[in-house]
């Protein structure tokens, strides 16, 4: 079993950065295709970023390049998603998710985090 | 860009009863041995999703076989054989290999009638 488990809420100011950690136990994270999604309150899921199995990098949806960076730690299996230039429209539940990968191929999740809420405002 | 519409936005059924929820997506779904790289996802207020179904067909570990999958090209189902309480949900369906490479539906309400 996988177990994911996110840091805390947290409250931003617009313009403000982010950065919510990831911590992997069960498995060691330098074997997962570790990824992003949030949730805006009462909407649906949105795919952030992650690693791709075919890119073999960390991909990032459009709308967040040049905001976000993800990244992880080998020696703690943590992994990190940083956000930057915080608004009012970022405020949501990020979640990071994965599988593993004798389970399943690795583009769809079947372990996710608790969910971290991050409320932007001034 | 690849935009999945699920449909219908609110089903309201019975415990026993059958669902069946749409996924359509505006360009074919990216394929690998012949099934369409589509997942499901059910999701309760206050939790984190869990994947019901991968690979337009296949059971994720402990899903019960009263859920199932299907579809090809744009068109994918999934369908609730008898509905038990803990099934009223939301459902979401997630494309992988289009642009963007990672997308979902917008989410079928599955309510309690």
């Known amino acids: 079993q996988v177990q994911l488990v996110q840091s805390g809420a947290e409250v931003k100011k617009p313009g403000a950065s982010v950065k919510v950690s990831c911590k992997v136990s069960g498995y060691t994270l330098a074997e997962l295709s570790m990824h992003w999604v949030r949730q805006a309150p009462g909407k649906g899921l949105e795919w952030m970023g992650g690693f791709d199995p075919e890119d073999g990098e960390t991909i990032y949806a459009r709308k967040f390049q040049g905001r976000v960076t993800m990244t992880e730690d080998t020696s703690t299996d943590t992994a990190y998603m940083e956000l930057s230039s915080l608004r009012s429209e970022d405020t949501a539940v990020y979640y990071c998710a994965t599988a593993r990968p004798d389970e399943m191929p690795t583009i769809y999740w079947s372990y996710w985090g608790q969910g971290t809420l991050v409320t932007v405002s001034s | 860009e690849i935009v999945l519409t699920q449909s219908p936005g609110t089903l309201s059924l019975s415990p026993g009863e059958r669902a069946t929820l749409s996924c359509r997506a505006s360009?074919?779904?990216?394929?690998?041995?012949?099934?369409?790289?589509l997942a499901w996802y059910q999701q309760k207020p206050g939790q984190a999703p869990r994947l019901l179904i991968y690979?337009?067909?296949t059971r994720a570990t402990g899903i019960p076989d009263r859920f199932s999958g299907s579809g090809s090209g744009t068109d994918f189902t999934l369908t609730i054989s008898r509905l038990e309480p803990e099934d009223f949900a939301v459902y979401y369906c997630?494309?992988?290999?289009?642009?963007?490479?990672?997308?979902f539906g917008q989410g079928t309400n599955l309510e309690i009638k």
């Open positions: 997630q494309q992988y290999g289009g642009s963007p490479r990672y997308s």
């Open positions: 360009q074919s779904v990216a394929t690998s041995y012949l099934a369409s790289y």
């Open positions: 690979g337009t067909s």
